[in-house]
């Protein structure tokens, strides 16, 4: 594989070739991937901290590779992209997600929303809000229930990105902005964008005890989605410490390791939901 140099020169890299090899062979195993139904999806919950009510949960794919064990999605999710997996692999996950959901709550589970990562690609793709809302029919969650995380990189054009949200929320999703701050986005966009949520972005918490300036900058999170009448939620909380910054900062809405890893969906059931309602 040829890398572009620091001068503009290419240099070769025995390294990158392994990877390039590796990824020939995940790429035509990623195809089958579907069919063969190697693809999971787990569930991490997230809570309302003083309650510790589960307020919902967010789908995240798994590869169960038959030779490699579990593949997390930074692995093959970028070949997805590469290879247009995406559009089949990301439908299949929405399904897969708001079917979950809908049994839940037919056998008596928590009337909560399932957040679903779209990527870029997805996003994008011109009859989005048609197949959304098919899987929403064909599964009979209700729309309100569906939660979808997009991210700032995706708003790069604001009259297009405007335009597909609002078309989804005419379908009556949610829309919730992930890795919240990592991003480019104008801050005068926010109050424009028909989203519903803030998701502040992990690497702000991860050193949030001792850095002074993410402290800052997750306070300034908050009290802005609070004076845009916007939900804010914490991801990658892992210590009481980072907890208890979070909600004296205001902020309730919590999700990390501290609470719960992401789980199998029968995981879930047994861990989190009411013996015998299910
Ligand atoms: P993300 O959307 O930011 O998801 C959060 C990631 O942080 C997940 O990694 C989750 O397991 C991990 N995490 C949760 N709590 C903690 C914590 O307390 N500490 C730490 N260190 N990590 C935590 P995962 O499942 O490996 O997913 C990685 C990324 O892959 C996701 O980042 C998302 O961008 C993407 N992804 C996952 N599922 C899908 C999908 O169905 N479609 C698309 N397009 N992307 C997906
Ligand atoms: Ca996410
Ligand atoms: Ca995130
Ligand atoms: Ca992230």
Same mark, same amino acid.
């Given at each position: 594989?040829?890398?572009?140099?620091?001068?503009?020169?290419?240099?070769?890299?025995?390294?990158?070739?392994?990877?390039?090899?590796?990824?020939?062979?995940?790429?035509?195993?990623?195809?089958?991937?579907? @069919?063969?139904? @190697?693809?999971?999806?787990?569930?991490?919950?997230?809570?309302?901290?003083?309650?510790?009510?589960?307020?919902?949960?967010?789908?995240?794919?798994?590869?169960?590779?038959?030779?490699?064990?579990?593949?997390?999605?930074?692995?093959?999710?970028?070949?997805?992209?590469?290879?247009?997996?995406?559009?089949?692999?990301?439908?299949?996950?929405?399904?897969?997600?708001?079917?979950?959901?809908?049994?839940?709550?037919?056998?008596?589970?928590?009337?909560?929303?399932?957040?679903?990562?779209?990527?870029?690609?997805?996003?994008?793709?011109?009859?989005?809000? @048609? /197949?959304?809302?098919?899987?929403? =029919?064909?599964?009979?969650?209700?729309?309100? /229930?569906?939660?979808? =995380?997009?991210?700032?990189?995706?708003?790069?054009?604001?009259?297009?990105?405007?335009?597909?949200? =609002?078309?989804?929320?005419?379908?009556?999703?949610?829309?919730?902005?992930?890795?919240?701050?990592?991003? /480019?986005?104008?801050?005068?966009?926010?109050?424009?964008?028909?989203?519903?949520?803030?998701?502040?972005?992990?690497?702000?918490?991860?050193?949030?005890?001792?850095?002074?300036?993410?402290?800052?900058?997750?306070?300034?999170?908050?009290?802005?989605?609070?004076?845009?009448?916007?939900?804010?939620?914490?991801?990658?909380?892992?210590?009481?410490?980072?907890?208890?910054?979070?909600?004296?900062?205001?902020?309730? @809405?919590?999700?990390?390791?501290?609470?719960?890893?992401?789980?199998?969906?029968?995981?879930?059931?047994?861990?989190?939901?009411?013996?015998?309602?299910?």
């Amino acid at each position: 594989v040829k890398k572009q140099g620091k001068n503009g020169h290419q240099f070769y890299s025995p390294d990158l070739d392994v990877q390039l090899l590796e990824n020939i062979g995940l790429e035509s195993d990623l195809r089958k991937a579907i @069919e063969r139904n @190697e693809l999971v999806v787990y569930y991490q919950p997230q809570f309302h901290a003083q309650s510790n009510r589960m307020i919902g949960v967010e789908a995240l794919v798994r590869w169960n590779h038959p030779t490699r064990g579990m593949l997390s999605p930074g692995v093959f999710i970028p070949i997805a992209e590469e290879t247009g997996l995406i559009y089949e692999i990301g439908t299949w996950v929405l399904s897969e997600a708001c079917r979950q959901m809908k049994k839940w709550h037919d056998e008596g589970g928590p009337l909560i929303p399932v957040s679903v990562n779209l990527s870029s690609h997805q996003f994008h793709q011109p009859n989005l809000v @048609e /197949y959304i809302v098919k899987i929403l =029919e064909e599964t009979k969650l209700e729309p309100q /229930y569906l939660e979808l =995380e997009i991210t700032e990189s995706m708003m790069m054009d604001p009259a297009v990105s405007i335009s597909i949200l =609002e078309e989804l929320n005419k379908i009556g999703t949610r829309i919730s902005l992930d890795d919240f701050g990592t991003g /480019y986005s104008s801050l005068s966009y926010l109050k424009k964008f028909p989203i519903h949520k803030l998701k502040i972005d992990r690497s702000f918490i991860t050193d949030i005890s001792e850095n002074h300036n993410d402290k800052a900058i997750v306070a300034t999170i908050i009290s802005m989605a609070q004076h845009l009448k916007l939900d804010v939620i914490a991801e990658g909380i892992e210590t009481k410490d980072q907890l208890d910054i979070l909600t004296e900062n205001d902020c309730h @809405e919590i999700q990390g390791y501290y609470f719960s890893s992401p789980l199998s969906a029968s995981e879930v059931e047994k861990t989190f939901f009411v013996p015998n309602r299910l």
